[in-house]
């Protein structure tokens, strides 16, 4: 079955830089991969998706690239805020939809004042 | 956005009762919907699909007959844990797809923590 692995598993940066999360994933039949944020004690939510026919996707501050070959895609948040502090989940399916969602192990980020 | 309602938020039982937990969409039908579990400081392992009128679908190690799935409407799922021991204490979780106007889009209940005394 598919295996998704995502670092880093915790990640520090000052406000106003940039974060980085990456995961790789194993089943080359993947084709939709979204990142979902876990604030603490709240629901994980959708914040980007992407599928196997577009190599990035922007939204704002947030942007999501994919690389089919290498089996990797990564989270890309720029000027990062204190609210962008939370778990972030990589996940991936080889259904196209939400279905059978394989999901990474998250990144806990912590932007610091 | 849409609402998925989980209920209850948290539960403590007695190890040898059952469990039952409710996943509702409010402002959406949803056909599938899915149960997860989520260890502390960990990712969110599907637990099974459950599907409205029909069978759920497990995932590979997960047990049926102790995780019972009914999808009986269009807006309810209900997760039973029957025989609950110590170590089925967890934080469980279940979401579902919206599908209308074209969108794609997975929507979480607020989970249920359990724990089995």
């Known amino acids: 079955g598919e295996n998704v692995e995502q670092h880093p598993s915790t990640l520090s940066v000052q406000e106003g830089d940039s974060a980085v999360i990456k995961c790789t994933y194993s089943d080359s039949a993947s084709n939709y991969f979204p990142w979902y944020k876990q604030e603490l004690g709240k629901r994980p939510q959708l914040i980007i998706d992407i599928r196997s026919n577009v190599g990035e996707k922007k939204d704002q501050r947030i942007a999501v690239t994919l690389n089919k070959t290498a089996k990797h895609f990564s989270l890309h948040i720029t000027e990062t805020q204190p609210e962008d502090s939370a778990v972030y989940f990589c996940?991936?399916?080889?259904?196209?939809?939400?279905?059978?969602?394989?999901f990474g192990t998250g990144t806990r980020l912590q932007v610091t004042l | 956005g849409a609402v998925v309602s989980q209920h209850p938020s948290w539960v403590i039982c007695k190890s040898g009762t059952s469990v039952k937990i409710e996943c509702r969409s409010l402002d959406f039908q949803a056909t599938t919907m899915f149960w997860y579990r989520q260890f502390p400081k960990q990712s969110l392992m599907l637990m099974a699909t459950s599907n409205e009128g029909s069978k759920a679908t497990y995932e590979q190690g997960v047990e049926k007959d102790k995780f019972l799935i009914n999808h009986a409407s269009l807006t309810l799922s209900t997760l039973t844990v029957t025989s609950a021991h110590p170590e089925d204490s967890s934080f469980y979780i279940c979401?579902?797809?919206?599908?209308?106007?074209?969108?794609?889009?997975?929507?979480f209940g607020s989970g249920t923590q359990l724990s089995v005394l």
């Open positions: 979401s579902a797809r919206d599908t209308g106007a074209g969108n794609e889009k997975l929507f």
């Open positions: 996940a991936a399916s080889a259904t196209g939809t939400a279905s059978k969602l394989t």
